[in-house]
């Protein structure tokens, strides 16, 4: 799970989100409550289901070490065939657009010949 939040698009989508859901909470006082709400809601479910699982995940603890392991070689592998998981959110849509521009133009240029 931390390689995989560490990961530059993943973890600057999170900064975007994060950014938007503080600045709609900040805006809008009723979403604000609903919000405050469903975090104390989650909060607690996950406080309680920590407390249960506790047992069962230090039985797993090698089972989980090794699953661990295969999934960090697999996202190694991820990130050296797409590069794009390296690059901020932010980048990918500029480029996108500028791919996409540099298209149209060049369509343009197509249909005025």
């Not at 006082?29 to 609903?34: G, L």
């Not at 990918?92 to 240029?109: G, Y």
């Amino acid at each position: 799970v931390n390689q995989v939040a560490n990961l530059t698009l993943v973890s600057s989508a999170c900064d975007m989100v994060s950014t938007a859901y503080a600045s709609t909470k900040d805006s809008h006082p009723y979403i604000r409550s609903v919000c405050d709400a469903a975090e104390k809601g989650v909060k607690s479910v996950t406080e309680a289901t920590a407390s249960c699982v506790q047992p069962v995940l230090t039985t797993l603890e090698p089972h989980v070490a090794a699953a661990s392991e295969y999934a960090s070689k697999g996202l190694d592998k991820l990130g050296e065939t797409l590069p794009l998981l390296q690059k901020p959110v932010e980048q990918i849509l500029s480029d996108t657009k500028e791919l996409v521009s540099s298209r149209v133009a060049d369509a343009k240029d197509a249909v005025r010949s």
